[in-house]
């Protein structure tokens, strides 16, 4: 159950930060999806078929398009929109929290929806309609989709806002979230050594749970829900 220590705690901060990751939503894409296996990198398989990986890409983007934010999505809206300074950070690439209605959001891993150049930074949505994409700002096809494979780490500007949002944190939530990657994974410490108050929601124990001032097992959507919910009452 949700205590009284962590909504007492809630209801006081101005900055709360939740991390998410895939944990957070009931159905995933189906396998064989280009974004989940871990063969070829992107640009491996982009420079040996252009054409053919696109489609690829394109196909697994249709299978993204089909899944729906959950109800723990929308919690997370709310939580949004009731406080000073929330910030949303997640590992998901899903765009599933964009599409919910986070504006305040941090996608360390980017976005399945979206491409980015190499050549000038550019990130832009894909357009469905263009069989090899063309950056919009300066003309190359020196494309990627804007998805974080494994062993890659997330850009630094990202990390930089990332850190300082956690440092800031008088709450720190971390929901579905279980990852590999070091710099992701430092991010509850850095909110707890700065003095936030730690809640995970995750359906079993994590390496991280010990460090957590709570720790709740459980589906992670269902227990952001409740939180919602107890803060409309109050
Ligand atoms: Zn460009």
């Not at 901060?13 to 939503?25: H, R």
């Amino acid at each position: 159950m949700i205590s009284n220590k962590f909504i007492q705690r809630l209801v006081k901060a101005c900055q709360v930060v939740v991390l998410t990751g895939n944990g957070i939503k009931a159905e995933s894409v189906k396998s064989g999806n280009l974004f989940n296996e871990e063969k070829l990198s992107f640009k491996e398989q982009r420079d040996k078929s252009p054409e053919k990986f696109w489609q690829k890409v394109a196909e697994s983007r249709r299978q993204y398009a089909q899944l729906q934010p959950n109800l723990g999505h929308f919690a997370l809206v709310d939580l949004e929109n009731r406080f000073e300074d929330f910030m949303l950070i997640t590992t998901s690439f899903d765009g599933l929290h964009r599409r919910a209605g986070n504006k305040n959001l941090i996608e360390l891993k980017g976005n399945v929806f979206q491409n980015r150049c190499h050549q000038c930074g550019a990130i832009f949505e894909a357009d469905e309609k263009q069989k090899i994409p063309v950056c919009p700002e300066c003309g190359s096809t020196d494309i990627l989709p804007n998805v974080l494979q494994t062993n890659e780490s997330p850009e630094e500007s990202k990390l930089k806002q990332a850190q300082r949002v956690s440092a800031e944190a008088e709450v720190f939530v971390t929901a579905g979230f279980n990852d590999t990657n070091e710099d992701i994974n430092a991010l509850p410490f850095i909110a707890k050594a700065n003095g936030a108050y730690l809640l995970e929601l995750n359906p079993e124990k994590t390496t991280f749970s010990s460090a957590m001032n709570e720790m709740i097992a459980g589906n992670p959507a269902k227990f952001l829900t409740a939180i919602a919910l107890l803060l409309e009452k109050i």
